[in-house]
T-cell receptor, first 116, second 110 residues
Framework: DTGVSQDPRHKITKRGQNVTFRCDPI?????LYWYRQTLGQGPEFLTY????????KSRLLSDRFSAERPKGSFSTLEIQRTEQGDSAMYLC??????????????FGPGTRLTVL | AQSVAQPEDQVNVAEGNPLTVKCTYS??????LFWYVQYPNRGLQFLLK??????LVKGSYGFEAEFNKSQTSFHLKKPSALVSDSALYFC????????FGAGTTVTVRA
């Protein structure tokens, strides 16, 4: 399977703990995105990378959230001091963007986070 | 900035009947519009996109969408629905920062 993969698929943690999620994009894709989806809602944009550079962060991404894409391949999303309001599905997507075109985004299966 | 709205939470159709899922958009420039489908416990799957060109866009699994500038709409259509089309459908707009609608649950009854 050469699609976007995410690990873990499910994470249950206690409030105050730190968690880290990993996303492996489609190999030739230079752009990578993180979204958050809560029950009954569409995904909301969190952040976006072009190669290893993080080019935009949503206001939804508080100081407790950090994302990296160190070598322009896989990405990690870390949440420090988790809160119950962080419980959601975290989606990663990637696209092949050339010039000013961003290309359609292909999504991974998501990581479902439950904070107790 | 782009935003989209899906006015219907649910759509119910009989198998073999036409299926339409509605989406309206609001943009400050050229619209970039997408449809995705989400099955239980699976990620979003890309169906089709409108960037420019023909107003009728054809996509995967027999779906198509009609871009209507005057009505600021981008409705998803399928001429003959299948039970397997039952899923959650999302309209989205944007270039790199997609803005999604709340989703429409489609149920196709046998």
């Amino acid at each position: 399977d050469t699609g976007v993969s995410q690990d873990p698929r499910h994470k249950i943690t206690k409030r105050g703990q730190n968690v880290t999620f990993r996303c492996d994009p489609i190999s030739e894709h230079n752009r990578l995105y993180w979204y958050r989806q809560t029950l009954g809602q569409g995904p909301e944009f969190l952040t976006y990378f072009q190669n290893e550079a993080q080019l935009e962060k949503s206001r939804l991404l508080s100081d407790r959230f950090s994302a990296e894409r160190p070598k322009g391949s896989f990405s990690t999303l870390e949440i420090q001091r988790t809160e119950q309001g962080d419980s959601a599905m975290y989606l990663c997507a990637s696209s092949l963007g050339l010039g000013g075109l961003f290309g359609e985004q292909f999504f991974g299966p998501g990581t479902r986070l439950t904070v107790l | 900035a782009q935003s989209v709205a899906q006015p219907e939470d649910q759509v119910n159709v009989a198998e073999g009947n036409p299926l339409t899922v509605k989406c309206t958009y609001s943009v400050s420039g050229n619209p970039y519009l997408f449809w995705y489908v989400q099955y239980p416990n699976r990620g979003l799957q890309f169906l089709l996109k409108y960037i420019t060109g023909d107003n009728l866009v054809k996509g995967s699994y027999g779906f198509e969408a009609e871009f209507n500038k005057s009505q600021t709409s981008f409705h998803l259509k399928k001429p003959s629905a299948l039970v397997s089309d039952s899923a959650l459908y999302f309209c989205a707009g944007g270039d790199y920062k997609l803005s999604f609608g709340a989703g429409t649950t489609v149920t196709v009854r046998a």
